[in-house]
C-alpha cells in the first residue's frame, strides 16, 4: 500500500556531502515513522536514521553529528543529508516505512565513497 522511491545516490569523495531523497505514495496516512537502512559490501544491515510523523529524529551512533535525516511539509518524502562521508560509508541505502504492523522497502540506491 506504500511505494517508496529513493534518488540523489551516487559518487562522491572522502568528506564530501550527498543527499539522499525517499519519495512515499499510496496509503501514507498509515505511515508512523519514515527511515533509512544501509548496508555495505560484506557488512549487516545497519539502521542509520528515523524520523517520525511528528518530526522527530534520531540517527546511528555510527554517523552521529555527520548524517541528519528530515522531511518535507507533507511528511512524505524524507531526506538523509550525509556530511563528511567516510569510504566506509559506502552501501546501499534502503529506505523504509513503518506502518505498525508493516514495514514497506525502497529498492536501495548505491552510495559509493571513494576517491
Known amino acids: 500500500q506504500v511505494q517508496l522511491v529513493e534518488s540523489g545516490g551516487g559518487l562522491v569523495q572522502p568528506g564530501g556531502s550527498l543527499r539522499v531523497s525517499c519519495a512515499a505514495s499510496?496509503?501514507?496516512?498509515?505511515?508512523?515513522?519514515m527511515g533509512w537502512y544501509r548496508q555495505g559490501p560484506g557488512k549487516q544491515r545497519e539502521w542509520v536514521a528515523t524520523v517520525t510523523t511528528d518530526g522527530r529524529t534520531t540517527v546511528a551512533y555510527s554517523v552521529k553529528g555527520r548524517f541528519t535525516i528530515s522531511r518535507d511539509n507533507a511528511e512524505n518524502t524524507v531526506y538523509l543529508q550525509m556530511n563528511s562521508l567516510k569510504p566506509e560509508d559506502t552501501a546501499v541505502y534502503y529506505c523504509y516505512a513503518d506502518r505498525g504492523t508493516l514495514v514497506d522497502w525502497g529498492q536501495g540506491i548505491q552510495v559509493t565513497v571513494s576517491s
Open positions: 499510496g496509503s501514507i496516512f498509515r505511515i508512523n515513522a
